[in-house]
């Protein structure tokens, strides 16, 4: 039938060829693709279809449709994906996302490691690895479940590393199953991995909502998410403790990797632009000093959060959001869409425009960029643009008094099934980021190899490979 054009397909194993020759990461294959398949670009696994849409305008449209708005059930959490979204908005919303409880959570968490920073690493080379996903986590743990865990915590160190394998090893077997037939391709693609983290939050969250159902009527008030979401279960058959489980992954599963990677990005996107860093420090201090932030500050520090900006611009840490499932045989652009194809949006695509993003005069030939080599070597230079510029100007109106709101700036995906953390997500990275400029100056170390953006690993998420950065205490 007239399904979307894309790579060679062969029995059995579809594109499969086509797909190992262009690495991991099927959007950043796609994004290469774009010269021959601008709009959108289809793929086959076997009975599995698979579509990345380029197009921002098609990309909308199927955001925003009903029919496309499923999800791949057992997708990284075995059968739970499958829960009723609503529920999940309602209870966030009603639990206040990105309130004012949660920005002091936030506060207390990004105080303790930036302390530890200034303490501990004055005047030193830190490599930075995963440094935030431990603090990340706990702000995650504190709103869902009212705990907290320390830093050198063993199960927590394990979570954090099984976390990080399944990030780096998503989509590419589920979208082709027939990589789990054989031993050899299952590990290779973290099957055994992916089932244990499932196991390992699974079993966490049983227990943790057990405690909280035994000590329910014993609160005045609820005290976390779990309480919230229990108490509304009470005589409402809507809300089920499986679904309250499959939240609870979701929260993890989404909301650690994302934020962690992102911070890392400011780290190292801060190394490398030292003059934006001192103009956004003395931003922060002219307008809070070293007061903690809190989301009330948004507005007074608009350099600052143009820079937060551009750095998940630059570092398009979700680039393709997650799989949208067509809930039935439909069409789109001409094309024939059968039910259950997996449908992508293709973020990474957006945020490297060109001819949206602008700046063709400071185009620089691929072999001399600093920023985002790998992307761009990706792109087709006639069609693609000069994103690869850092300049968060792009976001302040012409006075740099406010940020602007762009289109296409779409870090947390839009529609039918945008991010269900975006408020929390907002507020970490605004805190950290103000709280980490307030106390430390990111420098590139004289010792070490200078942070190279184009250094990355892309799973579902796309972090920055480890990488050194001096600090000094302010
Ligand atoms: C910088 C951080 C983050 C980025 C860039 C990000 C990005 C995204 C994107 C692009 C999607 C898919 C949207 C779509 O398919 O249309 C998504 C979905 C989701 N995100 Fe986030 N996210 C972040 C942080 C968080 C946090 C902190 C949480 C929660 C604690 C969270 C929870 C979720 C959930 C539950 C979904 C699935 C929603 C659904 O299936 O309907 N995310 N996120």
């Given at each position: 039938w007239n399904f979307p054009p894309g790579p060679p397909r062969y029995p059995i194993i579809g594109s499969l060829l086509s797909i190992e020759k262009y690495g991991s990461h099927l959007i950043l294959q796609a994004t290469k693709l774009i010269p021959q398949f601008p709009k959108m670009v289809g793929f086959f696994a076997g009975q599995m279809r698979v579509v990345i849409i380029n197009d921002f305008d098609l990309a909308k449209k199927m955001a925003f449709s009903d029919t496309f708005s499923g999800r791949l059930i057992g997708m990284y959490t075995e059968t739970m994906r499958g829960y009723n979204r609503n529920i999940g908005v309602i209870s966030t919303q009603e639990f206040g996302f990105g309130n004012k409880g949660m920005w002091s959570i936030i506060a207390d968490e990004a105080g303790i490691i930036v302390t530890d920073l200034k303490t501990q690493w004055d005047g030193q080379d830190l490599m930075?690895?995963?440094?935030f996903n431990i603090s990340v986590l706990n702000i995650l743990f504190k709103i869902v479940s009212g705990k907290r865990y320390r830093p050198d915590d063993p199960e927590m160190k394990e979570l954090m590393r099984v976390l990080a394998l399944v990030f780096k090893s998503a989509y590419i077997e589920e979208v082709f199953p027939i990589l789990q037939y054989t031993k050899f391709t299952r590990e290779l693609y973290g099957h055994s991995q992916k089932q244990l983290l499932t196991q390992t939050f699974k079993s966490m969250f049983e227990q943790v909502i057990q405690e909280h159902e035994q000590k329910l009527h014993t609160k005045?008030?609820?005290?976390?998410f779990i309480d919230v979401y229990l108490q509304a279960k009470e005589g409402n058959d809507l809300f089920t403790k499986e679904d309250l489980i499959g939240i609870c992954m979701d929260f993890f599963e989404a909301g650690g990797e994302t934020v962690g990677s992102t911070l890392s990005w400011v780290f190292l996107y801060m190394s490398l632009n030292p003059e934006v860093q001192e103009k956004c420090r003395k931003e922060i201090l002219q307008s809070l000093g070293v007061r903690e932030p809190t989301m009330d500050y948004r507005g007074s520090v608009p350099y600052t959060e143009a820079t937060i900006m551009e750095i998940q611009r630059c570092s398009s840490v979700a680039p393709s959001g997650l799989e949208h499932k067509a809930l039935e045989d439909t069409e789109l652009d001409g094309y024939t869409i059968k039910k259950d194809t997996l449908l992508f949006y293709n973020i990474n695509a957006f945020f490297m425009d060109r001819d949206y993003w602008g700046d063709p005069e400071e185009w620089l030939p691929v072999d001399t960029l600093l920023f985002y080599n790998i992307n761009a070597f990706f792109m087709d230079r006639d069609y693609w643009g000069d994103p690869e510029e850092f300049r968060?100007?792009?976001?302040?109106n012409d006075d740099g008094s406010k940020t602007l709101k762009i289109e296409r700036f779409i870090p947390f995906g839009f529609g039918?099934?945008?991010?269900?953390g975006e408020s929390l997500a907002k507020a970490e990275l605004f805190i950290f980021t103000i709280m980490i400029l307030q106390n430390l100056r990111i420098k590139i170390s004289a010792n070490h190899a200078k942070p190279d953006p184009g250094q990355y690993e892309a799973g579902i998420t796309r972090s920055p490979l480890p990488f050194h950065v001096t600090l000094e205490a302010i």
């Open positions: 930075v690895n995963q440094t005045e008030s609820p005290e976390d968060p100007e792009r976001f302040l039918k099934r945008v991010c269900m």
